[in-house]
């Protein structure tokens, strides 16, 4: 799946949308519930890549708020989002059965403590951050009709809602403001990333 949007979704089994063998690229999965766990993807058999996607405000009510793998399965998670999920166990990635996971270049809401983990599957790069993402507009409280997930940008972002270009008073990664205005709300991973490193 490329470029798509997950929203406001309620899975009408037991689990997210995505079982077994999927590419999903610079997808948005947010405000979703799962009725036990893996709201996103819930992996049970294969293997899944992750790419420059956003995973945020979804719930599980056992396992994995946004990923859940599972049974063997694999899973690749680089350039991602996963923020403001919830879940009883791993509110963001939950691993169970001998399930493998690698997690790389992500902004992962308190980092490895989100992750539930007893097989000890987990591979995580140290240049994931949990760091506030900034999206603009986003209100946990608040109205999710209005949040666009994309990120805040002091020189100039589209914003969709309004139609309209927009310039941001509060931006939490000045380094960034230098590059043009970002399309997708994962994409600033990879700047992120190479901000840090010089």
Known sequence: MHN????????????????????????????????????????LSGNANIVNCTLADNFAPGFGGSLCCQYGSDMDISNTILWANEAN???????????????SYGNIERGQMAVHDPCHGLAWDGANVDADPSFAPFDPNGDP??????????????????????????????RLSCHPPLHHPSLYMVFLSKSFQT
């Open 4 to 43: 798509n949007k997950l929203l406001g979704t309620i899975p009408q089994g037991r689990r997210g949308a995505f079982y077994s063998n999927a590419n999903i690229i610079g997808c948005v999965i947010r405000g979703n519930t799962a009725l036990e766990e893996g709201v996103g993807v819930d992996m």
């Open 89 to 103: 166990q791993g509110a963001q990635i939950a691993l169970l059965a001998d399930a493998s996971t690698s997690v």
């Open 145 to 174: 009709n209005v949040w666009d997930f994309y990120l805040q940008n002091a020189y100039g972002r589209w914003a969709p809602n309004s139609q309209s270009w927009v310039r941001d008073v509060r931006c939490p990664f000045p």
